[in-house]
C-alpha cells in the first residue's frame, strides 16, 4: 500500500513528504495507521546529525495508532486495538529484558543502528529504493510497520494525541526521576532544560514526592511550564552562573538529584556541580558518539557523588506506560498540559521549527 511519509535523505536537510510503498506486515509485525506523531528533540538531533542514523528513513519515534492488520502469529494486538510504537525493541529474553531493564536490549540497539526490521529488511520503499526504520518505529508515516514486541496495547477510549506522548517524553522523563534515580520523598532536585521531556522530569520528581524542585532552562516561557508541572523554583541560565544559583536555593548545601536533558556536555557538567555529597547526576540529553564529559575525581570519592545516565525512562514500558496511564486518569499525570500545540502532518517541518524556536512544551503532528 501507499502512505505519506516524512522522510529525511540526508543530514542538514528538511523532512520530505513523499508516497513511499509500505509492504504487509510479515510473521510477528503489525502494521498501525499513525494516529499521532510527536516532535521529539531526537528527530531533531538526527537532521543536523547530531545523532547518526541509517538514511534515507521515515523519522519519528513517539506515536499512537490503530492496529490495521497483522502478520502471520501474532498474537498480542488485532485490527482495531489502539498502540502505542515503543522506540526500543526487547526480545523479552536476554538478561537485561529479564532483569527488568528492557531498553538496553541489545534486539533494540540492532532496530536503531540498522534502520531495518529484525530479519534483517525494511518495509518501505519510494522508486524502488529501500527506505529506513528509525527506532523500529517511524511514527511520521500515514501507516507503519513494527515488531509486534513493540506494540504496545492501550485502552481505546484514551484521546490518542495525548497517549502519543506516553511513547517518548512522559516515559523517559518520569522514568527518569522515578526508575533512574528513585527520588526520593522530601528530597531536593534539579533539572536542566525544561523542554517536553525535562517538564517529565520536573512531574516525575513531584509525583516522587520532592520537596524542591529547581528548574534551569534559558527561556521563561519554559520555566512558566516547568512552574505549572511541580517546579518550586526556577532559575533563568541566561541570568547568571546557574550552578551558582541552584547551590544558593539549598543554602549551599547542593541538591540530591540533578539532571540533564538538552544534549551539552557543559549543561551536564553544571548539572553534576549542582550536587551536594551523595547525590546522583542522571544524563537524558544525548550528544554525539564521541563526545565526553569530565568530573573532578574526588567528588566522586570524598563526595560519594554519582553520574550516571537513563534512555528511555530506564521503564519496563509495557508495565509504566499503562500505570501512566492509570495515573493520568486519576488527575496525577499532566498530559493535558504538555500538548500545547497540533499540527497537520502535512506542517512537519513548521513543527520542528517550532520546537527550534522553544514555542511549544509538546507538540503533536496528526494524520
Ligand atoms: N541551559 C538551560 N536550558 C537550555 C540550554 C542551556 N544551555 N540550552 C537549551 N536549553 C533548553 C531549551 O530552551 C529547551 O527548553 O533545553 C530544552 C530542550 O527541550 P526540547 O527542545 O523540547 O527537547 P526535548 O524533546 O525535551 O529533548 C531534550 O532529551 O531525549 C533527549 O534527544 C533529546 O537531547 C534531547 C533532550
Ligand atoms: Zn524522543
Ligand atoms: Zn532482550
Not at 504487509?24 to 499513525?34: C, D, H, K, T, W
Not at 540533578?258 to 556541580?273: K, L, S
Amino acid at each position: 500500500m501507499k502512505a505519506r511519509a516524512a522522510v529525511l535523505f540526508e543530514v542538514g536537510q528538511k523532512l520530505e513528504i513523499r508516497d513511499v510503498e509500505v509492504q504487509s506486515p510479515q510473521a510477528g509485525e503489525v502494521l498501525i495507521r499513525m494516529a499521532a506523531g510527536g516532535v521529539c528533540h531526537s528527530d531533531l538531533h538526527v537532521m543536523t546529525g547530531h545523532l547518526v542514523a541509517t538514511l534515507p528513513a521515515i523519522l519519528g519515534h513517539e506515536g499512537s495508532g490503530v492496529v490495521e492488520a497483522v502478520g502471520p502469529g501474532v498474537t498480542s494486538v488485532r485490527p482495531g486495538d489502539h498502540v502505542i510504537p515503543l522506540w526500543r525493541l526487547s526480545c523479552g529474553e536476554c538478561e537485561y529484558c529479564t532483569g527488568g531493564r528492557p531498553a538496553l536490549c541489545p534486539a533494540g540497539t540492532q532496530i536503531r543502528m540498522t534502520g531495518r526490521l529484525l530479519d534483517g529488511s525494511s518495509r518501505f520503499k519510494l522508486n524502488g529504493q529501500e527506505i529506513k526504520h528509525f527506532a523500529g518505529v517511524s511514527s511520521f508515516s500515514e501507516y507503519t510497520v513494527v515488531p509486534e514486541k513493540s506494540a504496545l496495547k492501550i485502552p481505546n477510549d484514551l484521546p490518542l494525541d495525548r497517549a502519543a506522548l506516553l511513547g517518548c517524553a512522559v516515559i523517559t522523563g518520569v522514568g527518569a526521576a522515578i526508575n533512574a534515580a528513585q527520588v526520593k520523598p522530601g528530597s531536593s532536585v534539579v533539572v536542566f532544560g525544561t523542554g517536553g521531556v525535562g517538564l517529565n522530569v520536573v512531574q516525575g520528581a513531584a509525583i516522587a514526592g520532592a520537596e524542591k524542585i529547581v528548574a534551569v532552562d534559558l527561556l521563561d516561557s519554559k520555566l512558566e511550564y516547568a512552574r505549572q508541572f511541580g517546579a518550586t523554583h526556577t532559575v533563568n541560565a541566561s541570568k547568571g552562573n546557574p550552578v551558582e544559583q541552584v547551590r544558593g536555593l539549598t543554602g549551599g548545601r547542593g541538591v540530591d538529584y540533578a539532571f540533564e536533558v538538552i544534549g551539552h556536555p557543559a549543561t551536564m557538567r553544571q548539572a553534576y556541580d549542582c550536587l551536594a555529597k551523595r547525590g546522583m547526576a542522571v544524563i537524558v540529553g544525548v550528544t554525539p558518539m564521541t563526545m565526553e564529559v569530565s568530573v573532578p575525581v574526588m567528588s566522586l570519592v570524598f563526595e560519594e557523588r554519582v553520574l550516571t545516565g537513563s534512555v528511555y525512562g530506564s521503564s519496563r514500558p509495557r508495565l509504566d506506560i499503562l500505570k501512566l496511564i492509570d495515573l493520568y486518569r486519576a488527575g496525577k499525570l499532566k498530559l493535558d498540559e504538555l500538548l500545547t500545540r497540533s499540527y497537520p502532518f502535512e506542517q512537519i517541518n513548521e513543527a520542528y521549527a517550532a520546537l527550534e524556536r522553544g514555542e511549544v512544551a509538546r507538540s503533536v503532528v496528526t494524520f
